[in-house]
Structures are given as structure tokens and as C-alpha cells.
């Protein structure tokens, strides 16, 4: 008890404590600053990569927004449209609107012959300008007869052109587009033809071979509800199991176990993950293959992991005084859960799972595994619909060659990266929000 | 010491239940065990709460030993002792809140009026209903004023309507000496109080349930001198209407609260008495050692 | 029941608690020193003597404000419970009866003055023939008051509260052969008057000593054993 008595009284300092202080402050001072060095110039380098990679992109992608367009005065020739002068929907649906195009063109260089040249010429507008114009017939049967003037969507090759990313000063063979070409386009941009106007296409058509006409609508969609499965099956198992886990389970060899297994899950490759749903749901269960019903199965399971983990923190950051304060009263242990623990958890399991989420958005390895890198055309319009996802488009569109693609490749990533932004900030805006100091 | 033994013997054959004559109480058992006896009384007139041969284990520690005590109707008794001496466990035993933690074993009996609180028949939920309790940190929680004193009577369905619940609400928080504080903002989070306010809040929810017992875990460690002078005001005034248990490592509170007092050590129960007695004139050693401040 | 020896935790409160009694011990054997040549005066006739004893109470008297004032303090800082709390009591409270011991001193010392002081003849031996056992009893009582103090010692304390009997035996038939003499010899009324103060002061001295040896009994036992008989006391102090 009188441990205290024995040990002796601190021995006098034998130089002054001031001194000996003083000769090592200058060496302690300089390693501080040498240290504050190190941290400024790794974060600037982090910084300098992470602009270079957005100033990559967005300069890439910017021009994707914005798409060339010819205007071109259309006569809506009655013998080409409709010959029958019946205006029958099912004829005028039919008709060779191409030939409109064609006679326009011609009409507006005249002086092009051979098929060769005329084929060129044809080239300069998009495949798909014919639609637009059959569109504004059965919109409007008045219009057979007259002659207007119609802004049609210009080829690719045009549009690159008028984006500068074609080097007029090359050789014409080097070059996607002929000299002759560009001489028509600089008459067009002369006459006051020739126009950049924002994008819609891009965000409302879905996949083409055409670049001019590709968009990432079908994927856009095909990522909702591919995440909207993902989500309904991920969240509430999550949840259910990191609650079950953490407050009901009993601690025993089985339970470390499934702890341990939940653990190295989160860190399973996603690819097997795609493997395994294609043999099991699939092959075995026979989903349909590319739907968004399975690419959400998939990615469920590479998020549930996840969201349990997520859940799990946040559950046990809820400070034991609530609970024992809620046990104290005389609440039951699903009361105690049930009213106080896991309303003060659910920001923290709510971020978890959208962070969760974002990472499933971006994942594109196990949905190649299930057939949801097709190419796919129409946009998808259910759970069943053949679909592909965002990153896995942006997969596709980085292997095409056409300069045009690789402008929307980007155009996409920034898409993407800016959902991911919005997820991400929404997370935080939750936590912010919802978060509690004890 | 042997009165003791005998003075419990004679309490327990009279004043209770033909049952609790069943509670066992021989000297015989009590020397199997390496403990200390108890030194001073522990029976009272009026028992609410009657504990023999309470014993604690976590996993293999034997964290209480031996304790019999009785708590008297309308009393304040103190727990006093040094950490990890068993005081905290023994309140815990007292509702049972060491079910909570695993590779926790209570043995002996503890009884409640003429009920075992460890029997099978009697639900913790029921049980904690009747022994309130309060803790050393301020816990309200994050909701409203009002919803923290509410939960209590909401789960045990003890109102119809919510005018009821409103009268209750506001009788227990007018016992509880906070209502001329929080009148105008019953709808603030209960966060939002200071420290004080925030413990008498606390007690305000314990007693809507009206218990019969509250028990009191360190209830003033984390407040100031003024809000524990508030507190201890409002413990002596809630005498009159509970039974109250507390455990404070202040030596002072416990000599300004309670009139009986426990020491532990090492989980024993080494000395209970009227606190002026224990404060004064204790009559065991390491009490006294404790309680003037030599202990290593 | 209990006094603790082990050292406290904070070995400040037991410097101060060891330094108050030590000053207490200072006081009463200062008590002592003047109990004995007040009395040494009236034997020797040495108004000199006397005269110093009355001076030295101003000594006692500041020592009682200073112990008093250091209880006090202890009490405020430290709170003292337990046997540190009856320490501190019975020091004060034996501090005030160590005092009034001096002022009997005193008192004794003013009657030497008087007695010789006076042109007329001294008084005769026989008429002081009980002051030197009784001042011997009372003298004893507080050297074992003291004794008993410094060690805690309750059987010695015991002791000191059986010894007041005797000098209060001591001081009834003193009392007694005083009325004879005056009876006898009317002349010598004066002089006994004297005697018979200091006798009762030697009286008071063996009471102030029986309060502090109570007061030791209460530090060491616990138990109060003031106003009770000499049978209780004994029991209380030698319980266990």
C-alpha cells in the first residue's frame, strides 16, 4: 500500500532543461516541414492525375454533346410519296423518303455525276434522315406537295470534320472523307447550310453501327433497372442480415463462421460472381440471358456483402447507452432494435448501400458473363427486355474505331462518372443529414 | 458476526412468504466458499427487495460472492466500493440487466416483494417495467422531450389516448423537477438539454412506468456540483414514492443520499449499515480504509 | 473499532493529521510543564516561578487558536470520514479541556501570589498538606491522557477516567480536614480559602483529564462515553 513511499524523488536535471531542449528543436523542426512537404506534393501529384483524367475526358467527351446537322430544302414530291394520292398511313409509311434526300442534295449541287460522286454526296447525310422525314409526313399528310426546308441529321464523317478532328492538310487517302467532300461541306457552312446543335440523340436513342445516331438510352435504362433490382433484393437481405447478425445472432463457431465468409465475399473477384450466375441462373434456373432481372441477381450478390458490412458498422456505432437505455425501460430486444437502434443505424446502412450501389453501377465484368454485352438496339422496357449497362457500353463503343464513338465512349464515362458523383454526393447528404453525436 | 446469519434467518421466517422460509441461509453453506463475511446488518424491517447468496460469474471470474442483503421499502442505499469491486454487477443482477452479456451466471436468489426475479415465470420486460433504472452517462434518446418520457407507457400499453399519456408525461416530468424547464420545448430533442437536465430527464422516463424500484448506476459522475445537488434533491424527494438503489463512487454523495450503505470489495459485501454509522464509526477495516482514503 | 494505520493515499492528509496531533501532544505537555511548576511554586515559595507560569498561558492560549484553526482547515479540504473525522474531533475537543487545564495552572499560580505575597505570616505546612498528592494524581491523570493519546491506547485511557474518582476522593476529605482547621484556628480561614481554590482547581484538572481520556475511547472505539458510569466505560472501551 506504501509502494509510493519508496520510489525516490526525481534526481535534479544535470543540464539545464531549456539548453538541452534548444540543440535538438532545430533537427525536430525540420523533419515537420519535411514532412508537411512529403504530404503537399503526394496529394498534388493525386490532384494532377485526377485533372488530367477529367480534362481527358470531358475534352474528349465535350463534343459529343453538340452534333452537326444540314438543312436541306425538301420537296415532298407527291409522285415519290404517295403515287395513289390515297393517303393511305400504311403507303406513306412505306414510301422511298431516301429519294426526297437524294433529289434534295442534287438539287443542291447539280453539277455531281456519276455514281460514285453521287454515291459521296449522299454520304454527307445520316442513314437515318429518311425517318425524320416520313416522321413529319404522318405527322402532318399536308405536307406532300410542298417544298420545306428540313434540318436533317449529317453523317459522322461530316460531323468529325466540322468538329476539327479531321487534319484537311493530310494526304486524301489518309483520311476518312475526300476532298471532294470537304469541299461540298464548306459550301454547305458557305450557304449557311451547315449547323451544331445539342445532342438529344445521345441521350435518346439507344446503340447503333451508326455512330451519328447511337445513344445511351438503352443503356442508361438497362442500368436502372439492372440497380433497381439490385437494390429491392440487396437492401432489405442486407439489412435483415447485418440486423440479425449483430443483435439477435448467438456468438458461436457457426456464426464466426458466416461473419468470416460475409467478410472474404466482399472481396470475391466480381467476374466469378458472373460465373456463378451464369451457371445458376441461367443455365440452371433458364432467365432469360441479358436481362436486367439477372444482371440485378448478379450484382445483388457481389453488394450484399457489402451493405451487410456496411450495416453491421453502423449498427454497432450506435453507442450501447441506447440500447441499455431502451432495455431498462422494458423493451423487448425487437423493440429495442426496432425503435431506437436501427432508425439511429439507418443513414450510416443507407450510405453503405448506396456506396454499395455506385460500385455495382460501375461493374461491368460479371454482366459480360451473362450475355448483357450485346449489342442491343431498342431500349429496354422491362425487367426481361435483352439490355446491356453503362460501363459495359462504354466497353463496346471503346473497342469501335470511328472517331465519332470515341467521343461518345467519353461522353458516356462523364455520364456515368456523373452519376456516380450524384450517388456519392447523396450518400454524403444522408449522412450529413441523418448523422447524430452522442 | 454470527447475529448476522441469525438476525437474517429470523427476518426472512417472518416477514415474507412461506416460500421465501425456503431461501437458504446457513453458516454451514456460507464457509464452503472463499469469502469475506459480511459485517453489520443486513436485514430491515420492511424488505422490498430480499438478495441471498447472490453469486456473479463472468465466463470464470467470480465477480460477486456471496452477497445477502435486503433492501428496505422507501429507503436510499448507497453502494460503495472501489472498480471492480462487484457494486455496478450486484446492481445490474438487481433487473437483470447482466442478462445482456454473455457467459454472465447469476446464482442465488433475489426477490421482489414475494416474486424470484430470476424465475422462469417472470419476464425481464415485465420485471424491468417494475425496476427502473439510470445510468451513469445521460441517455435519453435522440427524439423528442416528450417521446423519451412517453416510451415507457407507450410499450407497456400503459394509457388509453393520448390526453392520458400527455397528463402522465407531464406528472412524471414534474416529478422529476424538469418541467418547469422544458414546458415550452417538449418537442426539442432531449440532446438538446444540458447534462443535468438530460439525467433528470432520465429519470423522468424511468419513473412513468412508475416502477417500485429505481436503480442508479453512477447517476452523477458526468455532471457538475450544481446538477448533482439537483439530482440528489430530487433522489431524496423520490424516497417518499420509490425504493431507491444507487452506486456512486462519491463517498460524499453517498453520505448525503442514502441512509443505509454497502460496501464491496472484490466482490464481496464487506460491510452494510446506517450510513451515518459506516461514515463515522465503520467496523471493518478495509471500510474504513476505503471510506478515509488509504487505499493503494 | 477500527483506526487505521496504513498511510493514506494522499500522504499530504497524513503529514497534516500527524502534525495536528503532534501539536496537540506539543500543548498538552506544555499543560503538564505548568501544572508542575505552579505547583513546584506554591512549595517552593517562588513568586518568580509563579509569575512565569501565569505569563506561559498566553503560550497555551495561542496554541489552542492554532490547533483549532488547523482542524478547521483539515475538515474544510479534506472531509475527513471514519477515524481521520473522530481524530479530528477529539483533537479539537481535547484541545479546549488541554486549555482549560492551563487556565487551572494559571489559576494555581495566581494563588501562590496571593498566598505569599501578603505581608502576614505563611501559611502553615499542614494546611498544604494535600496539594502534593493531589497534584501528583492530577499530574498523572494527564501525563496518562497524553500517553494514552500518543499511542491510542484505550486501556490507558481507561486507566486515567478510574484515577478522577480517586482524586475526587482526594479532594472530599482534603475538603473535609480544611473545615477542621478553619473550625480549629478562625485565623487561618484566609489561607485555606487559598487552598481550597487550588485544590479545586487540582479537582478540575482530574475531570478536563477524564474528558480527553473519554474523548481517546470515542477516536479509538467509536463509542461515545461521556456521561455514563464507570462500568459502561470500561465495557464500551475494552469491547471488541
Not at chain 3, 38 to 65: C, F, M, P, Y
Amino acid at each position: 500500500m506504501n509502494s509510493l513511499d519508496d520510489s525516490a524523488a526525481l534526481p535534479p536535471p544535470s543540464r539545464d532543461i531549456k539548453t538541452i531542449v534548444n540543440a535538438g528543436l532545430k533537427r525536430r523542426h525540420a523533419a515537420e516541414r519535411r514532412f508537411r512537404w512529403f504530404g503537399l506534393a503526394a496529394i498534388s501529384l493525386g490532384l494532377a492525375f485526377v485533372v488530367l483524367m477529367f480534362a481527358n475526358i470531358i475534352g474528349k467527351g465535350y463534343p459529343a454533346f453538340w452534333q452537326t446537322f444540314i438543312e436541306l430544302p425538301v420537296a415532298f414530291d407527291p409522285a415519290v410519296i404517295d403515287p395513289e394520292g390515297r393517303r393511305d398511313p400504311k403507303a406513306l409509311a412505306d414510301a422511298d423518303y431516301a429519294a426526297l434526300i437524294r433529289a434534295s442534295l442534287r438539287g443542291l449541287f447539280p453539277r455531281v455525276e456519276g455514281r460514285r460522286d453521287l454515291r459521296e454526296l449522299y454520304g454527307l447525310v445520316s442513314s437515318n434522315a429518311p425517318f425524320r422525314l416520313r416522321g413529319q409526313v404522318l405527322d402532318d399528310p399536308a405536307l406532300i406537295g410542298a417544298t420545306r426546308s428540313v434540318w436533317v441529321l449529317a453523317s459522322a464523317k461530316v460531323d468529325t470534320l466540322i468538329k476539327g478532328n479531321i487534319n484537311r492538310t493530310l494526304d486524301e487517302s489518309l483520311r476518312p472523307i475526300s476532298d471532294q467532300e470537304i469541299a461540298w461541306v464548306d459550301r454547305l457552312i458557305a450557304d449557311g447550310r451547315l449547323e451544331q446543335r445539342f445532342n438529344t440523340i445521345l441521350f435518346g436513342n439507344g446503340d447503333s453501327r451508326e455512330p451519328e445516331q447511337a445513344g445511351i438510352r438503352g443503356a442508361l435504362m438497362g442500368s436502372f433497372y439492372t440497380l433497381l433490382i439490385t437494390f429491392l433484393l440487396s437492401f432489405p437481405i442486407g439489412v435483415a442480415t447485418a440486423v440479425y447478425l449483430e443483435e439477435f445472432a448467438p456468438k458461436n463457431r457457426w456464426t464466426d463462421l458466416i461473419e468470416v465468409n460475409i467478410n472474404n465475399l466482399a472481396a470475391v473477384p466480381s467476374i466469378v460472381f458472373g460465373l456463378l450466375g451464369l451457371a445458376v441462373f441461367i443455365n440452371f434456373f433458364g432467365l432469360p440471358r441479358s436481362a436486367p432481372l439477372v444482371g440485378g441477381l448478379v450484382l445483388s450478390l457481389m453488394t450484399l456483402p457489402v451493405i451487410i458490412i456496411a450495416g453491421r458498422a453502423a449498427l454497432t456505432s450506435v453507442p450501447p447507452s441506447i440500447r441499455e437505455a431502451a432495455l431498462g425501460m422494458g423493451a423487448s430486444k425487437l423493440q429495442m432494435v426496432g425503435h431506437h437502434v436501427l432508425p439511429l443505424a439507418m443513414p450510416g446502412m443507407l450510405t453503405g448501400s448506396i456506396i454499395g450501389m455506385a460500385r455495382a453501377l460501375g461493374e461491368s465484368a460479371p454482366l459480360l458473363m451473362i450475355g448483357m454485352v450485346a449489342f442491343i438496339v431498342d431500349v429496354p422496357r422491362g425487367f426481361t427486355d435483352p439490355a446491356t449497362v453503362l460501363p459495359v457500353q462504354i466497353y463496346l463503343w471503346a473497342d469501335l474505331p470511328e472517331r465519332a464513338f470515341v467521343e461518345r465512349t467519353s461522353a458516356a464515362i462523364m455520364v456515368l462518372l456523373g452519376f456516380m458523383i450524384l450517388m456519392n454526393g447523396l450518400a454524403i447528404v444522408l449522412r450529413k443529414r441523418f448523422e447524430r453525436r452522442w | 458476526m454470527n447475529t448476522t446469519t441469525i438476525e437474517a434467518k429470523a427476518a426472512l421466517g417472518g416477514a415474507l412468504n412461506p416460500e421465501a422460509r425456503e431461501i437458504p441461509l446457513s453458516s454451514a453453506q456460507i464457509t464452503d466458499y472463499d469469502h469475506r463475511q459480511t459485517v453489520g446488518k443486513i436485514t430491515v424491517d420492511h424488505p422490498k427487495m430480499l438478495c441471498r447468496e447472490v453469486n456473479v460469474y463472468y465466463g470464470v471470474k467470480h465477480a460477486l460472492k456471496q452477497v445477502s442483503l435486503d433492501i428496505g421499502a422507501n429507503e436510499v442505499i448507497a453502494f460503495i466500493g472501489p472498480s471492480g469491486c462487484g457494486k455496478s454487477t450486484f446492481l445490474r443482477c438487481l433487473n437483470r440487466m447482466n442478462d445482456t452479456i454473455p457467459l454472465c451466471r447469476v446464482t442465488g436468489q433475489i426477490q421482489l416483494d414475494a416474486d424470484n426475479i430470476y424465475d422462469k415465470s417472470i419476464d425481464v420486460v415485465q420485471l424491468r417495467a417494475r425496476v427502473g433504472m439510470v445510468f451513469q452517462k445521460p441517455n435519453p434518446f435522440p427524439k423528442s422531450i416528450y417521446e423519451n418520457v412517453a416510451y415507457g407507457p407507450r410499450i407497456h400499453g400503459m394509457v388509453n389516448g393520448k390526453a392520458e399519456l400527455d397528463d402522465l408525461v407531464r406528472a412524471s416530468l414534474e416529478r422529476a423537477g424538469l418541467i418547469k424547464e422544458v414546458e415550452k420545448r417538449m418537442d426539442e430533442p432531449g440532446t438538446s438539454l444540458s447534462g443535468g437536465q438530460q439525467q433528470r430527464l432520465c429519470i423522468a422516463r424511468a419513473i412513468a412506468v412508475n416502477p417500485e424500484v429505481i436503480l442508479m448506476d453512477e447517476p452523477c459522475s458526468a455532471l457538475d456540483p450544481i446538477a448533482t445537488a439537483k439530482i440528489e434533491e430530487l433522489i431524496d424527494e423520490l424516497r417518499e414514492n420509490y425504493t431507491i438503489v444507487i452506486v456512486t463512487h462519491s463517498m460524499q454523495q453517498a453520505a448525503r443520499v442514502s441512509q443505509r450503505t454497502a460496501y464491496f470489495h472484490l466482490g464481496d459485501l464487506i460491510e452494510i449499515g446506517e450510513t451515518d454509522q459506516i461514515f463515522t464509526n465503520p467496523k471493518h477495516k478495509l471500510t474504513e480504509d476505503y471510506i478515509t482514503g488509504r487505499f493503494g | 473499532m477500527t483506526i487505521s494505520h496504513d498511510a493514506h493515499t494522499v500522504k499530504q492528509f497524513d503529514t497534516q493529521l500527524a502534525n495536528l496531533r503532534n501539536l496537540v501532544l506539543e500543548m498538552g505537555g506544555l499543560v503538564e510543564d505548568q501544572i508542575k511548576n505552579a505547583v513546584k511554586s506554591l512549595d517552593d515559595e517562588d513568586l518568580t516561578l509563579a509569575r512565569e507560569v501565569i505569563a506561559r498561558d498566553q503560550i497555551i492560549n495561542g496554541l489552542q487558536v492554532k490547533i483549532d484553526e488547523d482542524s478547521i482547515t483539515l475538515i474544510a479540504l479534506r472531509q475527513p470520514v471514519g477515524g481521520d473525522l473522530r481524530l479530528i474531533m477529539s483533537l479539537s475537543k481535547a484541545v479546549t479541556d488541554l486549555e482549560r487545564i492551563g487556565d487551572e495552572a494559571e489559576k494555581i499560580a495566581r494563588m501562590t501570589i496571593k498566598t505569599y505575597d501578603v505581608v502576614s505570616s505563611p501559611p502553615s505546612a499542614k494546611l498544604l498538606r494535600d496539594v502534593t498528592p493531589m497534584a501528583k494524581l492530577a499530574a498523572d491523570m494527564l501525563h496518562g491522557c497524553l500517553d494514552a493519546l500518543a499511542r491510542l491506547d484505550v486501556e490507558m485511557a481507561v486507566d486515567v477516567a478510574r484515577g478522577d474518582d480517586n482524586l475526587d476522593q482526594e479532594f472530599q476529605s482534603a475538603l473535609r480536614r480544611l473545615i477542621t482547621y478553619m473550625m480549629e484556628d478562625p485565623r487561618t480561614i484566609g489561607h485555606a480559602i487559598n487552598v481550597l481554590f487550588i485544590i479545586k482547581a487540582l479537582e478540575r484538572i482530574g475531570d478536563h483529564a477524564k474528558n480527553i481520556a473519554e474523548y481517546i475511547i470515542y477516536l479509538v472505539k467509536g463509542k461515545d462515553v461521556r456521561h455514563v458510569s464507570m462500568e459502561v466505560l470500561e465495557k464500551d472501551a475494552m469491547a471488541e
